[in-house]
């Protein structure tokens, strides 16, 4: 469905070179980690709590973030109802329910946009969420990041980009739309995960100082003041930061 761990070295690279500790798994079903299948966040949000907590355990680093890209992406939202105890996220594009990349992938495969499975093939998107309950138990219809989001209260940064095809920028904008604290960068020119390819100087900015001005978070300022913060990237930190990758369909965790 993806990459393993080593697609995603790149990001781990950058986060390294700014003095992070990284922790980079390979997601159920890939690599060498175990599963059966990918649950695109049912079950992944467990995990992710799981490697959450070994980090504490292990390296009790003063802050955890996270960092997602597309499926990862929207794993890592969902798991900010299992484990609100992030610093911050950042999670790039992201799907905002499954129902509705769903509509996306019918569109793409007759080449007509979402509102065909919305409507003439309505039923055979239902039909699929009722076959993988019954099959595997799995109740693919509940999966919302959005829903997650709007519940949370981690600082949050969503990027998109504003050509991405594959999971349209809409998604984003959904999630931003049910929790008003969440802050959007769509990037202009950028296909599907390509911010660090189509401005990577500013994604590298904006990546380090997200993280750095909610290195620690004060009960006493609040999420919206600090979204207004955008200081330069600086070196300094020693944190664990989890990057969790899904590129068209895959996840790891930094």
């Known amino acids: 469905m993806g990459d393993n761990r080593s697609g995603m070295a790149g990001y781990a690279e950058l986060l390294l070179k700014h003095g992070y500790s990284v922790l980079l798994p390979d997601a159920r079903a890939h690599g060498a980690s175990g599963g059966e299948l990918a649950t695109y966040g049912l079950l992944e949000r467990d995990d992710i709590r799981r490697w959450f907590e070994w980090l504490e355990l292990n390296q009790s680093p003063p802050c955890i973030f996270g960092l997602g890209e597309s499926m990862g992406a929207a794993q890592l939202l969902q798991s900010l109802e299992t484990e609100p105890g992030f610093c911050a996220v950042i999670a790039e594009s992201s799907f905002s329910t499954f129902r509705e990349i769903a509509y996306d992938r019918v569109g793409q495969l007759f080449q007509t946009g979402p509102w065909l499975g919305r409507s003439i093939l309505w039923p055979v ?83 380090i100082s997200w993280f750095e001005v909610h290195s620690s978070r004060l009960s006493d300022q609040s999420l919206s003041s600090l979204q207004e913060v955008w200081p330069r990237a600086r070196s300094q930190k020693l944190e664990a930061s989890f990057h969790i990758s899904q590129t068209a369909s895959t996840s790891t965790i930094t």
């Open 125 to 207: 998107v239902e039909g699929a969420f009722l076959y993988s309950q019954w099959k595997y138990g799995l109740e693919t219809a509940k999966i919302s990041p959005e829903d997650e989001v709007a519940k949370s209260l981690v600082p949050i940064l969503l990027i998109h980009g504003a050509l991405d095809g594959n999971i349209p920028p809409r998604h984003s904008r959904r999630i931003q739309g049910r929790n008003k604290s969440v802050v959007l960068w769509e990037v202009a020119k950028a296909g599907h995960c390509g911010a660090i390819s189509t401005a990577h100087d500013e994604f590298e900015a904006r990546l």
